[in-house]
C-alpha cells in the first residue's frame, strides 16, 4: 500500500510517499480502506520530533474516514463494506490502517468521506475537554481562542447546539464573521482588540485555551466565580503567570488534557459518549463539518504547509484515491 513516511524529524520535505505492507486487523480490530485523513497539528509536532523520540519509519495522521475491508477476529460491532470515521493512533496518512473497532463512529448518510474525516480527533477532543471535564453547561458561556480552527469551529457549533453561549478570538475579520456565522454571539480580532477589554462585563464560565501565554492572566481574570481554563495547547508560550489570590477568590479550575496519549479503554468509553450526544447533531444539521480544502496524499507536505500558515477556517484533508 502507499503511505506517507516521515524519513527524519524536520520540515516538510520529509514527508515521502513510499510502498509499505498493508496491515492485518488482530483481535477486536478492522481493517480500514482509508478514503480520507484529517490533518492536524499533533501530525507537525510528530514530523519534527517535537514527542521525544526519532520520528523515521512513522506513519502521521490521527482520524481517517473509509470503508471496512475485514474485520479481525472477535470483531462483533462492524461488517465490510461500512463506511465509517475512527480515531486512531497514528498511521492515517495511509491507504489501509488498522483501527480497535470500539474507535470507529458511523458515517451519517448526508456527509462525504472528506467531511468524515475532520471530525474524530476534534469532535472527541471538544467533548473530552470541554463538556466531561470542562462540565460546561446548558446556559452557561464559552470562550474559545483559536475559534476558526478545527477544534475552533467544532466546538462552537456543539456548545450552541447544546444550550450554551458562544464567544471567541481570531487573527483576522474573515475568520471572525466565519466563527459568528458558526454560531459565535462575538468574535473579537485580537490582532485589532485585546480580547479582555472587549469581554468586560461578560461572565465567562468554561475558556478552551490553545494559546497560553500571556493569554492565562487574561483568561483567570475573565472567568467567573467557580470558572474552568481549559488547556489542550500552548501554541504561544508554555509558561505562564498564574495571580493565585484570583484563582482561591472565584474557585477557580485550571487543567487541560492530550487525547493522543489515552488509553484504549478511555477512548473507547469517549468514542460511546461522542456516538451518544454528539452524532445525533450531525443528523439534524446542528453540526457541519468546515473543510478548508484537500490535498491529494501525495501532497501531504503541502497539507500541512497550509496548516503551519494558519489561513485556514476549520479542517485540512488528504484525499486517498
Same mark, same amino acid.
Given at each position: 500500500?502507499?503511505?506517507?513516511?516521515?524519513?527524519?524529524?524536520?520540515?516538510?520535505?520529509?514527508?515521502?510517499?513510499?510502498?509499505?505492507?498493508?496491515?492485518?486487523?488482530?483481535?477486536?480490530?478492522?481493517?480500514?480502506?482509508?478514503?480520507?485523513?484529517?490533518?492536524?497539528?499533533?501530525?507537525?509536532?510528530?514530523?519534527?520530533?517535537?514527542?521525544?523520540?526519532?520520528?523515521?519509519?512513522?506513519?502521521?495522521?490521527?482520524?481517517?474516514?473509509?470503508?471496512?475491508?475485514?474485520?479481525?477476529?472477535?470483531?462483533?460491532?462492524? @461488517?465490510?463494506?461500512?463506511?465509517?470515521?475512527? $480515531? !486512531?493512533? %497514528? /498511521?492515517?496518512?495511509?491507504?489501509? =490502517?488498522?483501527?480497535? #473497532?470500539?474507535?470507529?463512529?458511523?458515517?451519517?448518510?448526508?456527509?462525504?468521506?472528506?467531511?468524515?474525516?475532520?471530525?474524530?480527533?476534534?469532535?472527541?477532543?471538544?467533548?473530552?475537554?470541554?463538556?466531561?471535564?470542562? @462540565?460546561?453547561?446548558?446556559?452557561?458561556?464559552? $470562550? !474559545?481562542? %483559536? /475559534?476558526?480552527?478545527?477544534?475552533? =469551529?467544532?466546538?462552537? #457549533?456543539?456548545?450552541?447546539?447544546?444550550?450554551?453561549?458562544?464567544?471567541?478570538?481570531?487573527?483576522?475579520?474573515?475568520?471572525?464573521?466565519?466563527?459568528?456565522?458558526?454560531?459565535?454571539?462575538?468574535?473579537?480580532?485580537?490582532?485589532?482588540?485585546?480580547?479582555?477589554?472587549? $469581554?468586560?462585563?461578560?461572565?465567562?464560565?468554561?475558556?478552551?485555551?490553545?494559546?497560553?501565554?500571556?493569554?492565562?492572566?487574561?483568561?483567570?481574570?475573565?472567568?467567573?466565580?467557580?470558572?474552568?481554563?481549559?488547556?489542550?495547547?500552548?501554541?504561544?508560550?508554555?509558561?505562564?503567570?498564574?495571580?493565585?489570590?484570583?484563582?482561591?477568590?472565584?474557585?477557580?479550575?485550571?487543567?487541560?488534557?492530550?487525547?493522543?496519549?489515552?488509553?484504549?479503554?478511555?477512548?473507547?468509553?469517549?468514542?460511546?459518549?461522542?456516538?451518544?450526544?454528539?452524532?445525533?447533531?450531525?443528523?439534524?444539521?446542528?453540526?457541519?463539518?468546515?473543510?478548508?480544502?484537500?490535498?491529494?496524499?501525495?501532497?501531504?507536505?503541502?497539507?500541512?504547509?497550509?496548516?503551519?500558515?494558519?489561513?485556514?477556517?476549520?479542517?485540512?484533508?488528504?484525499?486517498?484515491?
Amino acid at each position: 500500500m502507499k503511505a506517507i513516511n516521515i524519513t527524519r524529524p524536520g520540515d516538510g520535505s520529509v514527508l515521502q510517499l513510499e510502498d509499505r505492507p498493508q496491515p492485518q486487523p488482530a483481535d477486536g480490530q478492522v481493517l480500514i480502506r482509508v478514503r480520507a485523513a484529517g490533518v492536524n497539528r499533533s501530525d507537525i509536532h510528530q514530523r519534527q520530533g517535537g514527542y521525544g523520540a526519532d520520528p523515521g519509519g512513522q506513519v502521521p495522521g490521527l482520524e481517517v474516514a473509509g470503508v471496512i475491508e475485514k474485520c479481525g477476529p472477535k470483531t462483533d460491532r462492524w @461488517r465490510v463494506g461500512q463506511s465509517v470515521c475512527a $480515531l !486512531i493512533s %497514528g /498511521g492515517g496518512y495511509a491507504e489501509y =490502517v488498522v483501527v480497535d #473497532q470500539r474507535h470507529c463512529l458511523p458515517i451519517p448518510a448526508n456527509l462525504s468521506f472528506v467531511e468524515a474525516a475532520s471530525l474524530p480527533e476534534t469532535v472527541l477532543t471538544v467533548w473530552s475537554t470541554v463538556f466531561q471535564w470542562g @462540565r460546561l453547561a446548558p446556559g452557561e458561556s464559552l $470562550l !474559545i481562542h %483559536g /475559534g476558526s480552527s478545527g477544534i475552533g =469551529v467544532t466546538a462552537i #457549533q456543539i456548545a450552541k447546539a447544546l444550550g450554551s453561549t458562544v464567544y471567541a478570538t481570531a487573527g483576522s475579520d474573515e475568520k471572525c464573521n466565519a466563527c459568528e456565522e458558526l454560531g459565535a454571539i462575538r468574535c473579537i480580532n485580537y490582532k485589532k482588540e485585546d480580547f479582555e477589554q472587549a $469581554l468586560q462585563g461578560i461572565s465567562i464560565n468554561v475558556v478552551l485555551d490553545m494559546v497560553g501565554g500571556d493569554y492565562t492572566a487574561k483568561n483567570l481574570r475573565l472567568l467567573a466565580t467557580d470558572g474552568r481554563l481549559m488547556f489542550i495547547n500552548s501554541m504561544q508560550g508554555a509558561e505562564s503567570q498564574i495571580h493565585i489570590p484570583t484563582m482561591m477568590q472565584k474557585r477557580l479550575t485550571i487543567s487541560g488534557s492530550m487525547l493522543k496519549p489515552r488509553d484504549a479503554e478511555f477512548k473507547a468509553a469517549l468514542t460511546a459518549a461522542v456516538h451518544h450526544h454528539v452524532w445525533p447533531l450531525l443528523t439534524d444539521g446542528r453540526l457541519k463539518p468546515v473543510v478548508y480544502q484537500s490535498f491529494p496524499l501525495a501532497e501531504a507536505a503541502q497539507a500541512q504547509a497550509m496548516l503551519e500558515s494558519s489561513k485556514h477556517i476549520g479542517k485540512i484533508i488528504l484525499e486517498v484515491a
